[in-house]
């Protein structure tokens, strides 16, 4: 969806939009797992995924796919390098440091802060299964994954670096060096260097949490509690804009459809969202809807890290982009539903 669909919203009435959502949700089309983006070597990563019992083929959100046929030397390669903190000017951060794959892929603070204590406007989000967004950072202003790496290396908030510099640090490393060299012509390169990182992004998909058991027809993963949340999430339109597999992540909403979320804040050129990207005014505050995938393990919430815990975000959710106030049992309710969206990796739950 473009930012047109973002213009038409705020002169929708309540009724309209709810009735927007529901067309949505009843006009869903089941579509086939995406096919491999990398399909150049033997994969290990892919395992075939189950079909879904037809009467859930309308439903809004998907289970995740299986994890892409991936070179798993690059894959290796990339995770490595995640970890590497000769990525940041001072030997001091590494990409884990803030996307810790044992916390949810993220951070736990409200905003990141980089090398040398640098504080940053805008929270860490998860790392975990980014791969099925449609542009990444919050306002969308990368537009590939490898696009993507490049950021974090150069924020002067973040790694405070450049490939230069990371290259002159790498390229002391033999044993580094003859790693690259047996998996690209083009040995350590900047270009290669990206590849690895963004090959292991494609790997970090989080698949058969409770919720897609649920979807693929075991009926007995969610509670009685867990379901009606799910249908709570449903009628109140959440999943006109968190949808799809990733349950968000592929389209670009305002934050504050009804009312202002900014309203009586400090301005911060951060909180402009899209504006920044493509200068028009109709972007102002408009964001990638996040994710839900995990969110359970990703607290705080929100670009700014401003929402202390799920119950708040879901609450100011309903004010702002539906234009209701939700009940203690609705949040309750759609809390529990979301917890129930994290997944697996490497064979262990999430935490
Ligand atoms: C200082 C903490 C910090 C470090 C170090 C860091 N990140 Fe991030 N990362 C963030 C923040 C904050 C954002 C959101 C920034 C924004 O949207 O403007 C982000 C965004 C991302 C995204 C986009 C997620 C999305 O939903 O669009 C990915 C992917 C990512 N980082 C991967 C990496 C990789 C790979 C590295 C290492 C090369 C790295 N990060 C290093 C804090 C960090
Ligand atoms: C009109 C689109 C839209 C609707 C409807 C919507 N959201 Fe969101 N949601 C967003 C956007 C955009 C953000 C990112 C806001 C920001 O921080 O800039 C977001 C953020 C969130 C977050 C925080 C995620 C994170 O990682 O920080 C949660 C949780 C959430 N939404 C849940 C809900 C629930 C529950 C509902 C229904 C009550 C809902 N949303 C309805 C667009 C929407």
């Known amino acids: 969806m473009t930012s047109g669909a973002v213009r038409a919203i705020p002169q929708l009435g309540r009724a309209a939009l709810a009735a927007a959502a529901l067309g949505l949700v009843a006009a869903w089309v089941w579509a086939p797992d995406p096919a491999p983006l990398d399909g150049d ?3 290990t990563l892919a395992t075939p995924a189950p079909a879904m019992p037809a009467r859930l083929q309308q439903e809004p959100l998907q289970p995740l796919p299986a994890p892409p046929v991936l070179d798993a030397g690059k894959v290796a390669l990339g995770e490595a390098l995640f970890a590497d903190r000769r990525l940041s000017d001072d030997d001091s951060l590494a990409c884990a440091g803030c996307h810790d794959l044992a916390h949810g892929g993220a951070d736990r603070t409200a905003v990141s802060r980089g090398v040398r204590g640098a504080a940053g406007q805008m929270n ?24 993507q790496v490049a950021g974090p290396v150069h924020n002067p908030v973040e790694m405070a670096s450049n490939w230069a510099q990371v290259l002159g640090k790498l ?21 290669t260097v990206a590849d690895a990182l963004a090959t292991f992004e494609r ?12 979807l693929r027809g075991a009926a007995d993963a969610l509670s009685a509690d867990e379901i009606e949340g799910y249908e709570r999430f449903k009628r109140n339109g959440c999943a006109s804009c968190h949808n799809g597999a990733a349950v968000g992540g592929n389209m670009f909403q305002r934050f504050g459809v009804v009312g202002s979320f900014f309203d009586g804040r400090v301005a911060r050129t951060a909180d402009l969202g899209r504006l920044n990207v493509t200068g028009r ?30 119950e708040q975000a879901v609450r100011l959710m309903g004010r702002h982009q539906i234009g209701r106030e939700l009940t203690d049992d609705d949040v309750r309710l759609i ?12 064979g262990h739950e999430l935490k």
């Open 281 to 310: 005014e109709e972007d102002r505050h408009v964001f990638k809807v996040p994710s839900l995938r995990n969110v359970a393990l990703t607290a705080p919430y929100f670009h700014d890290g401003s929402a202390t815990t799920l």
């Open 171 to 191: 390229r002391q490393d033999g044993a580094l060096v003859a790693r690259f060299a047996s998996h690209y012509p083009q040995g350590l390169t900047a270009d």
């Open 335 to 346: 809390v529990a539903f979301l917890h129930t969206l994290t997944g697996r990796w490497k």
């Open 124 to 147: 860490a989000p998860s790392v975990f299964n980014v791969s099925l967004h449609l542009a990444w950072f919050w306002d969308g202003r990368a537009a590939t994954l490898e696009q």
């Open 203 to 214: 790997s970090l998909i989080t698949p058969d949490a409770r919720f897609d058991r649920y």
């Open 41 to 43: 070597a033997a994969g």
